[in-house]
């Protein structure tokens, strides 16, 4: 390492910005409500320009809505160093997911600002648009068409999923907002990229763990179920002449949920998204949407466990005489982060002397597609109250957080390298 340990972030400043952008957006029990595009993501993305201006540096914003704050480096010919998360949330979610991550770069920044530390490559903090994929499909949106795994035109084209007939597109919410920006999507490779962020699980605090080393990922599959029966008077249609399209799309449910509990504490399955025509009382529904993943550690049992998916849809055909149609609409995993970013961030937790564990991410995170195009290493910092996350209980310890930071503080400055004054 080039650099000295003693350097740390102010833990103290880093927390009253977490909970100042947290107020936008807060909810009564302490949470946060900031879908991605809505008006509160764009009082918490002004915010972020102001402070990052504040600091000198230079904002751009792209055709989706990542925004770039750079600070400059000694040699502008050299790829910047990125750091960076997202600002949006689930519904109800909390203050820590994907924010935790800006904030720590932020304060990374200040950190350097505040010594007058140069660094060799620019630095660019990043705010990746759409990481929850809770208002607009898919997730990780912003990372994924600046990597190239998503076409620019069809992703801006998107509407809202609550209202797909009257919601408005990617391209219009993010006018709505100011951030539909001119700069160039991707089409430029990072020196390597950075993420903190948060577990969103139990293991670390279990283990007694300060800072996740994240060696990879899980690998995940995600469909679309479609559950097509036929609509009638709830009334005189007789039960054994129905063709159920919800009692269908409840049973693939319960099935989807069996598959996760039969492969091991490795196995995850879920079905947490409905959609449902026509939706009223007094029909019974015709069709059913059912968003659906499966979740494993072992590409073999993932294999498995995508059969049993397709077998579980083609039983609810047969049982309840509906058609169901198994759209596979994302995937990602497994991957395997950059052997020497890992290699760094556990030399950078040591050296610090932090308790370390190594994991495996289970959810996605804007550093999977970065991964596709420059080395990507991730860190993690614990979840408390349990590891519940998506959740307005979210919570993460103000000391967790700057061990977190203070590591990729110091291995951002290993990879952008020092200026010697
Ligand atoms: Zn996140």
Excluded at 25 to 47: K, P, Y
Excluded at 216 to 239: D, K, L
Excluded at 242 to 264: F, N, P, S, T
Excluded at 282 to 298: A, K, M, Q, T, W
Aim: charged fraction near 25%; hydrophobic fraction near 40%.
């Amino acid at each position: 390492m080039t650099t000295s340990t003693n350097i740390a972030v102010d833990a103290d400043r880093l927390w009253r910005d977490l909970m100042e952008i947290g107020r936008i957006g807060e909810t009564a029990r302490g949470g946060c409500h900031r879908l991605a595009l809505s008006a509160e993501d764009g009082r918490a993305r002004d915010l972020f320009c102001s402070w990052m201006r504040a600091q000198g540096c230079a904002i751009t914003v792209d055709g989706i809505g990542n925004i770039f704050a750079r600070r400059a480096g000694s040699d502008p010919a050299l790829p910047p160093v990125m750091v960076g998360s997202h600002l949006d949330t689930v519904p109800m979610g909390g203050k820590f997911d994907g924010i935790a991550g800006v904030l720590a770069a932020v304060e990374l920044v200040r950190t350097l600002d505040e010594r007058h530390i140069a660094t060799r490559a620019p630095v660019e903090i990043v705010v990746w648009t759409n990481e929850e994929g809770s208002r607009f499909s898919p997730f990780t949106m912003g990372s994924q068409v600046f990597a190239g795994q998503l076409p620019l035109d069809e992703t801006l084209a998107r509407r809202e999923l609550l209202d797909p007939e009257r919601g408005l597109t990617v391209g219009e919410a993010l006018e709505r907002i100011g951030y539909r920006g001119t700069a160039p999507v991707g089409g430029r490779t990072p020196a390597c990229y950075f993420e903190l962020h948060i577990e969103q699980g139990p293991e670390m605090a279990r283990d007694d763990a300060e800072i996740g080393i994240v060696t990879g990922s899980f690998q995940a599959r995600y469909f679309v179920a479609t559950v097509r029966g036929e609509q009638a008077h709830v009334g005189p249609t007789p039960m054994a002449d129905r063709r159920d399209a919800m009692v269908a799309a409840a049973r693939l449910i319960l099935e989807v949920d069996k598959i996760g509990r039969a492969h091991g504490p490795d196995g995850r399955a879920n079905a947490p998204h409905l959609e449902l025509y026509p939706n009223v009382r007094g029909v019974i529904p015709s069709v059913v949407n059912v968003s659906c993943d499966v979740r494993h550690r072992e590409r073999t049992v993932l294999e498995r466990m995508h059969e049993e998916l397709v077998m579980a849809a083609q039983m609810v055909e047969r049982v309840h005489k509906v058609e169901v149609a198994l759209e596979q609409y994302s995937a990602f995993g497994p991957i395997a982060f950059d052997p020497g970013m890992i290699a760094l961030l556990r030399e950078s937790t040591r050296a610090l002397g932090y308790r370390h564990c190594d994991i495996l991410t289970v959810a996605g995170h804007d550093a999977v597609p970065l991964g596709g195009i420059c080395p990507a290493g991730m860190i993690f910092v614990p979840s408390r109250a349990g590891g519940i996350s998506h959740n307005e209980r979210e919570w993460s310890e103000p000391h967790d957080l700057a061990a977190g930071a203070n590591v990729l503080l110091h291995a951002v400055l290993a990879r952008a390298g020092v200026v010697e004054s």
